[in-house]
T-cell receptor, first 116, second 118 residues
Framework: AQSVAQPEDQVNVAEGNPLTVKCTYS??????LFWYVQYPNRGLQFLLK??????LVKGSYGFEAEFNKSQTSFHLKKPSALVSDSALYFCAVRGTVSSNTGKLIFGQGTTLQVKP | KAGVTQTPRYLIKTRGQQVTLSCSPISGHRSVSWYQQTPGQGLQFLFE???????NKGNFPGRFSGRQFSNSRSEMNVSTLELGDSALYLC?????????????????FGPGTRLTVL
């Protein structure tokens, strides 16, 4: 069965410091991986995705993510955090086996708190 | 280009009632998916529609249903509401969704409809 794990409920980082939000996955076949961000009372905003190719994916708002097949991980990173990055972050996977197509499987979410 | 729109944004209903939520996808997008978000269960997939056909369904009871119209707009309906149906219902659209094998399409989400069941 497909699954996504975000091992940290909350990540705290000081403004200007690098941030990492962790994600590991389990899926049959090659994974398609996504990161979304959710601000209070808002829907999910797409940040970036990994389909194939370069393991380092660059996305919106200075975020990037590194795909590691051997560790089945897809950690979200940013070199310098902003207070405005404080939000709820979701990692999601879409499988490529026919029975798993279409739907996104989401992790439980990680709250990022960036302090001034 | 306008994003995904959902109406209404907020709803309050009582147990036993039914509710219909609406979603208008991004122009040109033909696939619409619905998700339920709750603090306890997180984000869970409800169903996906493409070209007016349901292509995927999550593990929800038959009280949850949906449909898609020829203009790709979608509605979901929940009958006989229960307290546990209180949630944020999110709609997402993508260009083509899936067609047998997984699509690389990105799903873009609307702001959601906050349903409260009393």
């Amino acid at each position: 069965a497909q699954s996504v794990a975000q091992p940290e409920d909350q990540v705290n980082v000081a403004e200007g410091n690098p941030l990492t939000v962790k994600c590991t996955y389990s899926v049959s076949g090659n994974p398609y991986l996504f990161w979304y961000v959710q601000y209070p009372n808002r829907g999910l905003q797409f940040l970036l995705k990994y389909i194939t190719g370069d393991n380092l994916v660059k996305g919106s708002y200075g975020f990037e993510a590194e795909f590691n097949k051997s560790q089945t991980s897809f950690h979200l990173k940013k070199p310098s955090a902003l207070v405005s990055d404080s939000a709820l972050y979701f990692c999601a996977v879409r499988g490529t086996v026919s029975s798993n197509t279409g739907k996104l499987i989401f992790g439980q979410g990680t709250t990022l708190q960036v302090k001034p | 280009k306008a994003g995904v729109t959902q109406t209404p944004r907020y709803l309050i209903k009582t147990r036993g009632q039914q509710v219909t939520l609406s979603c208008s996808p991004i122009s040109g997008h033909r696939s619409v998916s619905w998700y339920q978000q709750t603090p306890g269960q997180g984000l869970q997939f409800l169903f996906e529609y493409f070209s007016e056909t349901q292509r995927n369904k999550g593990n929800f009871p038959g009280r949850f249903s949906g449909r898609q119209f020829s203009n790709s707009r979608s509605e979901m309906n929940v009958s006989t509401l229960e307290l546990g149906d209180s949630a944020l219902y999110l709609c997402a659209s993508s260009r083509v969704g899936t067609a047998g094998t997984s699509s690389t399409d990105t799903q873009y989400f609307g702001p959601g409809t906050r349903l409260t069941v009393l």
